[in-house]
């Protein structure tokens, strides 16, 4: 069986709040190991997330984002310096991300549904 990529991708159209039904457009992933790490156990690994992909402001929820080359999950408080990448687990240090690398720093949607199949 093959293993599927980093973020698989599904689009599917659902219903919002507070948004238009056309303006809203839905992406799934099925989580791996390495991108879900730093969230774990509140994401795990199999886990399939609904990703808003036009909700990039970054207020309070968790994100999918693009940072140094790495995609993962996180979430994230805005100062006036910069950004702070917050994590769930433990092992994983908040990083910084100062205004001068904010353009490094890709949202790509907020997770706005956790599906676990036990």
């Known amino acids: 069986m093959m293993k599927p990529p980093l973020f698989y991708f599904i689009v599917r159209v659902l219903p919002c709040q507070g948004k238009e039904k056309e303006a809203c457009k839905m992406v799934t992933i099925a989580t791996d190991p390495e991108s879900c790490a730093g969230m774990q156990p509140e994401i795990m690994p199999g ?3 609904y990703i808003d992909p036009e909700e990039k402001t970054g207020e309070s929820g968790i994100y999918v984002i693009e940072y140094k080359g790495n995609q993962k999950f996180c979430r994230l408080t805005t100062t006036a310096c910069g950004k702070w990448l ?3 687990n433990p092992v994983h240090r908040a990083e910084f991300v100062p205004v001068e690398e904010l353009e490094t720093l890709k949202i790509c949607g907020k997770v706005i549904k956790q ?3 036990y």
Do not use: A, G
């Open 86 to 88: 917050i994590f769930s």
């Open 115 to 117: 599906v676990r199949e």
């Open 47 to 49: 886990d399939t997330l």
